[in-house]
């Protein structure tokens, strides 16, 4: 059984991912509306800690034997800045490497966007495992293979003390969109005739027969473009809900969002999210 740190927690994703395999020793994460989802649906409150600044002693204290973790993928974005270890963004990721010599764990799983493979970050880390003798397999996986209409490519940095060997991906055949729908729609979800006038040639659209959709970022709430797939139905062309969204990354039916969590903000969570089936793959290679 692992003992894990769900480091940058979000909605949860590793601690829905890591099923019977573990338990979480401790989740941290800044965002309040992050926090408050992940309260109400796991019924523990992350730590609300800046882990740019976390002492050691604090890490230190939950005993944990595994890190999981997916840092802000910004730095490593085709839309973002590409700028790595020296973004902003990256300074919580920098400090927890360097606690690492102090707390080496026997397993870790990052995840990211491709961009993380080959920055100065994806190094430092495999610096970090080499030196404190951990065996490293870099992965890249998406829903898509998994039975899921939806892309989103990920990178996965699994390490652990012991040897470690790459597993086929699946090749389930997507499912129809059909299946992911809600059975009552919300006729706010269709997007007014100004806007598509704007951006309707902009638009990914997807019927209820197809079998893929774009990845949806966490901007799915405010932008049009490339960023996310939209439906089209006889009434018209709609987003989907972020219950529709939560079904594409493999969230548990009953996942829900506290009532004081806004739209644009649930969408955003869930454009920050993990697809589940994906990140149970990745955490596959840590058995046996
Ligand atoms: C890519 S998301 C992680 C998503 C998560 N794996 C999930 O399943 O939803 C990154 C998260 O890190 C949090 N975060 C970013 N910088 C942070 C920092 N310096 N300290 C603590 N949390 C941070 C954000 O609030 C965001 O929820």
Redesign the pocket.
């Known amino acids: 059984m692992m003992r894990a740190l769900e480091l940058?927690?979000?909605?949860?994703?590793?601690r829905l991912a890591l099923g019977g395999r573990g338990e979480v020793a401790a989740a941290?994460?800044?965002?309040q509306a992050?926090n408050a989802t992940y309260a109400l649906n796991h019924g523990e409150a992350p730590r609300a800690?800046?882990?740019?600044t976390i002492p050691l002693r604090e890490l230190a204290a939950h005993g944990a034997d595994t890190w999981l973790l997916?840092?802000?993928?910004q730095p490593f974005c085709r839309m973002g800045n590409h700028g790595g270890l020296d973004d902003r963004?990256s300074?919580?990721f920098r400090h927890l490497l360097a606690l690492f010599p102090e707390l080496v764990p026997d397993r870790l799983v990052l995840?990211n966007v491709g961009g993380f493979l080959g920055s100065d970050a994806h190094a430092l880390l495999a610096e970090r495992l080499r030196a404190h003798g951990l065996h490293r397999l870099d992965l890249e996986a998406c829903p898509s293979r998994f039975g899921l209409p939806n892309q989103r490519p990920r990178v996965f940095v699994v390490a652990s003390r012991r040897p470690l060997k790459a597993r086929p991906l699946p090749e389930l055949p997507a499912r129809r969109i059909a299946e992911f729908l809600d059975v009552e729609e919300d006729a706010a979800l269709y997007l007014p005739e100004a806007i598509l006038a704007r951006h309707r040639r902009g638009l990914d659209l997807v019927t209820a027969d197809d079998r893929r959709s774009t990845c949806f970022i966490g901007g799915y709430g405010q932008r049009y473009v490339a960023s996310g797939s939209f439906l089209r139905t006889p009434q018209g062309i709609r987003r989907f809900s972020t219950s529709e969204v939560a079904r594409l990354l493999g969230l548990p039916e009953g996942f829900r969002f506290p009532e004081e969590v806004p739209l644009e903000a649930r969408y955003k969570?869930l454009g920050?999210?993990?697809s589940i089936p994906v990140a149970a793959w990745a955490l596959s290679h840590l058995d046996g």
Do not use: I, M, Q, T
Not at 8 to 14: I, M, P, T
Not at 28 to 31: A, G, K, L, S
Not at 70 to 73: I, L, N
């Open positions: 940058f927690s979000g909605l949860g994703g590793w941290y994460d800044v965002n992050a800690r800046e882990l740019a997916s840092p802000p993928c963004r300074r919580a995840e969570l920050n999210g993990l």
